[in-house]
Each structure stands twice: as C-alpha cells, then as structure tokens.
C-alpha cells in the first residue's frame, strides 16, 4: 500500500466570519494547502462539515467548494460523522491515497456557525444528539456534558475546580496560536467565577462554537510530498471506532468504550504503543470528554484521569489551544487537529513547540464518543 | 412541522411503551431492531413501569429555541427499575433539591411549542419526585 504524505496544509483564523460564507472560508484553506505543495493535479475533495444543510441550508458542500475554488473535474463528497466529521474527511482522504486510488487529495473541513443567529443555532447543533430521544426533551451537547461531569463528580468526589486543568492549558497554548479564537491565559479565579451552561459544567468547561475552515493536501507522491520544502509528515494510521449515539443505552455512561477501540485500533496499524506519542490531541470539546478519554486510553485509572492531566509530563496535550481556546468550529476541527499536529511535528510550532516531536495521535469524537476516529503522524526524518 | 414524528412516537412519549427481548427478556427503551443485551431481533412491546432514580441530572441554563419559554429546566438520565436508563426533564420539583439516587416516577407533561407561539404543542413523559417520598 502506498504511504500517504502530507504535502500542504491551510487554515482560516477561527472565529465569527460574518462576512465570508462556506465558499469563501473553504477557498482560503484550500488554495493555501495546494500553493505550499507547488499547484499538483488534485484527484479529490473530501468535505468535512455538521451544520451546512441546517444552518446555511446548503448541501453538496463539494460541487460548491470546488466550483468556487476551480477545482473542476475533482471526485467530491461530504464525510459526516457529527462534531468529527473533519476527522471523518482526513480518513476517506487516507483511504484514498492509501489505496492507490488516488495520488494526490486535498481534504477540507468547514463549518460556519455564524448563517444562523440566536437561540436556532443550538437547536441545529442538538441535531447532532438523538434527535427522538435527547434533543426532543430540550437536551443538548452541553446537557450530555453537563450529565456525565455531574455525575463523575459526585462519583470520584472531584472538587469544584477539579476539572479546570485542560480549559486552563489549553488557554496557555493559544496564546500563541495566531488562528486562535481566544488568545488569552485564564486563571483559576477566571475559570471558578465563570457562567453556568449546564451545571455543573460552567462557560470554561465547553469549547465556543466559531466559523473556520481547514484543509490538508494528502500525496503518495514522494516529489510533491517535498515540494513545500517543510520537514516531511506521514499520516501513519486512521481508524474509528462507535459506541451508542444516545449517552442513554449505555450499560456505564462514564465509560468511553469507542475511545479505547479507536486509540487500539490506530495504534496496532501504527505499530506504535500510546507511550511512544510526544503529542496527544484529546477531544476537548467539554472538559469532562477529556478527562474520560485519558482514563479510556489508559493513562489514568477511573476517577483519576482529571489528576492526570493537572500532574501530566509525559506528553503534550492541546499544543495549539485545542477546541477551547482555539475556537470549536464542529465539522472542521478534526482537520484543524491536523494541520496544527502538522506544524509541530515540522518544527514549526513557535513559542507552543514540543520539543523533539516525531510522533502524535489525534482524536476528534463525535458526542460523547458516540462515534470516534483517530489518526496517528510522525516526522519522517 | 413534525407532524409524522410526533405521531410515530406517541406510544414512547405517553406510555413509555419498549419492547422485551424475545430470547433474553431484556427490557428495552427506546424500542430498536436488535436487543443490545443478546443481538437478537427485538419486537414485543413492552410498557415499562416508569418508575425509577435519577442517575445524574444538570440544570440548562441556555437552550435550543422550542424550549426557551422553559428556562432554566432540569435534564436527567432516570434509570428505570427494569434496566433501561431514559433522558428526560424533571418536573414538579417546588423547592425541592434534586439528588442523585432520588426516587422518581413518570407523568405525562408539555414538552415544547413546535416553532414557537401558536405552534403545535408537543406532549411527552417528564419525571417527578415519587410522590411521599422522604430524602
């Protein structure tokens, strides 16, 4: 099977894009991931998006990112997998390359929050959960959060603050992030005084919902794949693993059991073992999904993995400011995830660099690990 | 307008109506296909007893645009006495504190105004605190 590169990378600032719409956005990744790999012959767009056909009321994403972007003639379709529809578009895109179906495809996450304004938004958001069964009863994402933080605090006797660690690092990172929504640290005063979204999960522990569009240019190509010039990334394994959409059928709600298959599964393709990561990518989209995905990978036993992240040396987590403080534009966050992990492991990270990185894995999820797809990157020296 | 869903799911949203398993006797809500506990084909309806305890509850404090004339409401996952666990609002709470562990049964209440005033209102199953019950 062919190898699969990554020959370009491009992202938008995240935030509120009043004034661009899902063309506009998506033309500026995409255009900018194909100028780094010196303009190659594109076989394919792969789209991730969650919102467009609610929010925008647009679909067939890639006959209107192509057309806009004179991507003619390219084969295109949208990967929706909820919030890790990113995560969903890098897999197809690997798959294809992989396979030697195609050589060269460029993969875009979109999303635009920002078509909608007021309280519709949260209700097309909610489309994301069961909508018979969740939803219907005024439940949302932050409600399936706020559920499962209320009840590990009560059963790990976790203290008020116990869970502020991730939002509070993930604060210090995108400091540095010139894409990053907010660019500011927070202190433990800021994150205890915060607004209540569901309680008991306050305005620090949910990532904020933005616009942005990010995008990857996959080669099997070994030229093109050395045409940016960068130091040379391989995307090393993919894989995805489903537990129940509804938080509800599960026999232990606090158990993320399709973070464990897909963190295995990535990891057997890889050959790699979690403890060879320097980067680990966690899925902040609330603090809590967090602190369960450590303690589904293992690092930290049940009721722990909120220490874990407080006391953690062993591998750098949200290097970029992760969905908090990056800004969570849903569909395209598991392509941000990418191309972020990019720039690290080319050295290219600024003041956020971990040093010496060769290796890192990346998860996006969707709900409460209802649906969870991992990627694995290392430096090719 | 959601006339057909709504219609489709009234033996769910007033009578808790799911299903036991043919081969294994689970009892199963929402009703499916195939029954999680042995993979088998599941069809028998079943009305659960809609008595059960709250397994975690959170209160919104923003909320999707139907369910604004509610705010701030209490969401909870309820395990019912026969297995399954159900997400619901809690009602009729007073000034009573929710706990979790706290015994509740369910009652028939308006969920939501379909788009707003005027719309059609949506009636389904919420869950209170079991009448007489002592903390």
């Known amino acids: ?39 190659p012959q594109v076989d394919a767009l792969y789209v991730g998006n969650l919102l467009a056909a609610s929010a925008s009321q647009q679909a067939n994403l890639g006959s209107l990112i192509a057309s806009n972007a004179g991507l003619i003639g390219v084969e295109t379709f949208t990967a929706e997998a909820g919030e890790a529809s ?65 009840r590990y605090m009560r059963q790990y006797d976790v203290p008020p603050d116990g869970l502020s660690a991730l939002p509070m690092l ?3 990172h995108a400091v540095y992030n010139p894409n990053a929504m907010y660019r500011r640290a927070i202190s433990i005063d800021t994150y205890n005084k915060a607004a209540m979204v569901s309680d008991p999960l306050n305005m620090f522990d949910a990532a ?8 990857v ?5 070994a030229e093109i794949a050395h045409m940016s010039g960068k130091a040379l990334v391989e995307v090393r394994a993919s894989a995805g693993a489903v537990d129940t959409l509804a938080l509800h059928d599960r026999p232990d709600a606090l158990i993320f059991s399709a973070v464990t ?30 602190v369960l995905s450590v303690e589904a990978n293992g690092l930290a036993a049940r009721g722990n993995g909120w220490r874990w992240i407080a ?45 010496g990185a060769c290796n890192a894995l990346i998860q996006a999820m969707g709900g409460p690990a209802s649906n969870v797809i991992t990627h694995i990157l290392s430096r090719i020296e | 307008m959601e006339i057909p869903r709504h ?105 939501k105004e379909d788009e707003g005033k005027h719309g059609m209102l949506v009636y389904g199953y919420k869950f209170r605190p079991v009448m007489g019950s002592v903390r």
């Open chain 2, 7 to 111: 219609w489709r799911l009234q033996k769910q949203r007033y009578s808790l109506m799911g299903e036991e398993c043919p081969h294994c006797s689970a009892k199963i809500f929402p009703p499916r296909d195939v029954c999680p506990e042995c993979g088998g084909e599941a069809k028998e309806p079943y009305r659960l007893s809609g008595r059960g305890s709250v397994y975690s509850y959170t209160t919104m404090h923003s909320a999707p645009s139907d369910f604004e004339e509610s705010l701030p409401y209490t969401i909870a996952l309820v395990k019912l006495e026969e297995g399954p666990t159900v997400t619901a609002q809690l009602t009729d709470l007073g000034e009573r504190e929710v706990e979790i562990g706290m015994p509740v049964e369910m009652v028939t209440r308006r969920i």
């Open chain 1, 261 to 290: 298959a897909s963190t295995q599964k990535a990891l057997a393709l890889a050959g790699m073992v979690l403890q060879d990561m320097d980067i680990y990518e966690v899925w902040d989209a609330f603090s809590i999904y967090g």
């Open chain 1, 208 to 215: 904020p919902y933005a616009d942005g569009a990010a995008a």
């Open chain 1, 311 to 355: 006391d953690n040396k062993d591998m750098a987590l949200v290097t970029m400011g992760g969905n908090k403080a990056r800004g969570f534009p849903l569909g395209a966050a598991g392509v941000y995830q990418v191309v972020e992990t990019a720039i690290q492991l080319r050295g290219e990270a600024g003041e956020n660099q971990v040093e």
């Open chain 1, 86 to 150: 990113g995560a969903a578009a890098l897999r197809m895109g690997y798959l294809a390359v992989r396979s030697g179906y195609a050589r060269t495809v460029l993969v875009v996450g979109v999303e635009k929050t920002t078509d909608m304004v007021g309280s519709g938004i949260d209700s097309v958001i909610a489309e994301s959960t069961d909508y018979d069964f969740e939803a219907m009863q005024g439940l949302t994402p932050a409600a399936l959060a706020g559920l499962l933080m209320a």
């Open chain 1, 217 to 221: 240019l996959l080669t099997s190509d």
């Open chain 1, 170 to 172: 993930a604060h210090a």
């Open chain 1, 1 to 39: 099977m062919d190898k699969v590169y990554i020959a370009g990378i491009g992202q938008t600032a995240v935030g509120e894009h009043w004034n661009r719409s899902l063309a506009n956005l998506s033309a500026q990744a995409v255009l900018a991931a194909i100028h780094e790999a010196g303009d």
